[in-house]
Nanobody, 121 residues
Framework: QVQLVESGGGLVQPGGSLRLSCAAS????????MGWYRQAPGKQRELVAT???????NYADSVTGRFTISSDNAKNTVSLQMNSLKPEDTAVYYC???????????????WGQGTQVTVSS
């Protein structure tokens, strides 16, 4: 079984910074890509940022220039540095990984349990 465990959420004032981290553990042979998604109350889950195993990144327009995603393939971790946070960034942030558990299994989208980020004065 593969687990993604997030950490680093919390309460921050507008304009502040937070760093989220996610670590994959369990039995798998590869992770093709990892990313962060978020879901605010009453809204659908949306993409924040993704990064492939080759280092190609993709960001939502709303976070471009403020958030930076990075990964450590050797440690199977992904991080999200969030700067200049706004109240509209308040949401539960979920880590996602495209994980292959064995070479004869297909790639499966795997989710963490989520971590709350609240931006408020």
């Amino acid at each position: 079984q593969v687990q993604l465990v997030e950490s680093g959420g919390g309460l921050v004032q507008p304009g502040g910074s937070l760093r989220l981290s996610c670590a994959a553990s369990g039995s798998f042979v590869s992770i093709n890509a990892m990313g962060w998604y978020r879901q605010a109350p009453g809204k659908q889950r949306e993409l924040v940022a993704t990064i492939t195993s080759g280092g190609t990144t993709n960001y939502a327009d709303s976070v471009t220039g403020r958030f930076t995603i990075s990964s450590d393939n050797a440690k199977n971790t992904v991080s999200l540095q969030m700067n200049s946070l706004k109240p509209e960034d308040t949401a539960v942030y979920y880590c996602n990984g495209d994980v292959r558990r064995s070479w004869w299994n297909p790639v499966e989208s795997t989710w963490g349990q989520g971590t709350q980020v609240t931006v408020s004065s």
